[in-house]
């Protein structure tokens, strides 16, 4: 890409799934994100030639995030299925010091 910039957008409260999606709607065609974790911070490297993100835009994607997560956990209820559940990994019985 010619002429393009590169700039770290914190990822609290933003879904990866959301800003994939969102980002050539704010940033232009060429924009592309990615995970990243700056100075101990997780978040996304976006990189464009297109305008940076605004302030209102990083809150449009946090409010579509949440939204996002609200119908992810609505359709997990649906079908009956408890994210943190406890799943049984294998139960190890002791007898006379040797486990099975």
Same mark, same amino acid.
């Given at each position: 890409?010619?002429?393009?910039?590169?700039?770290?957008?914190?990822?609290?409260?933003?879904?990866?799934?959301?800003?994939?999606?969102?980002?050539?709607?704010?940033?232009?065609?060429?924009?592309?994100?990615?995970?990243?974790? *700056?100075?101990?911070?997780?978040?996304?490297?976006?990189?464009?030639?297109?305008?940076? *993100?605004? #302030?209102?835009?990083?809150?449009? *994607? #946090?409010?579509?995030?949440?939204?996002?997560?609200? #119908?992810?956990?609505?359709?997990?209820?649906?079908?009956?299925?408890?994210?943190?559940?406890?799943?049984?990994?294998?139960?190890? *019985?002791?007898?006379?010091?040797?486990?099975?």
């Amino acid at each position: 890409m010619a002429g393009t910039n590169s700039y770290f957008v914190p990822g609290f409260g933003i879904s990866r799934t959301v800003i994939q999606n969102e980002i050539r709607y704010h940033c232009g065609p060429d924009a592309i994100v990615r995970p990243y974790t *700056l100075q101990g911070r997780d978040g996304f490297l976006v990189t464009t030639s297109g305008p940076q *993100l605004t #302030k209102a835009q990083i809150e449009d *994607l #946090k409010r579509s995030s949440w939204e996002y997560e609200e #119908k992810q956990s609505r359709r997990a209820d649906e079908a009956d299925v408890f994210v943190n559940q406890p799943v049984a990994v294998g139960q190890r *019985l002791r007898r006379s010091g040797q486990y099975q």
